[in-house]
């Protein structure tokens, strides 16, 4: 069975987005009985669910910092997915995870994602926390 998750798109994040090619038919999260997957435009995330090491909601993120393609966190290098400012999940790896750079040398130890339900999604992927 897979359970998919809609981004929440803020108007203002739209046109930014759409510059980068993510629109609400390009971005989603699944969660399938065994995996994570996540498409943001061009941008692909895929992780077994044994992988996923725990969850946190998060929210109120700086526009500047989030609006147009995925985002790279200089501090931890945690990947994040936004298509809004207002709430997401964040999602740590037991392994760091490739996602924003095609040959795998930048692996992640976790992301955001600001997806329309973020405790559904945190539910989803409960059982492997």
């Given amino acids: 069975m897979t359970r998919e998750f809609e981004f929440d798109f803020e108007d203002r994040y739209r046109l930014p987005a759409r510059l980068f090619g993510i629109t609400p038919g390009t971005a989603r999260v699944a969660v399938t ?3 994570l997957l996540v498409r943001f435009g061009p941008w ?3 992780t077994p669910l044994s992988n996923v090491a725990g969850t946190q909601e998060s929210g109120d993120y700086a526009f500047h910092r989030t609006a147009g393609p995925a985002h ?5 290098r945690g990947v994040t997915f936004a298509t809004s400012s207002r709430r997401g999940l964040c ?3 037991v392994q ?13 130890p976790g992301m955001t994602v600001t997806v329309t339900d973020p405790e559904a999604l945190a539910q989803a992927i409960a059982p492997t926390v």
């Fill in 33 to 35: 009985d065994d995996e």
């Fill in 44 to 46: 692909r995330l895929r």
């Fill in 72 to 76: 790279l966190s200089l501090v931890d």
């Fill in 91 to 93: 999602v740590s790896f």
């Fill in 96 to 108: 760091p995870v490739r996602a924003i750079e095609p040959t795998g040398l930048l692996r992640h």
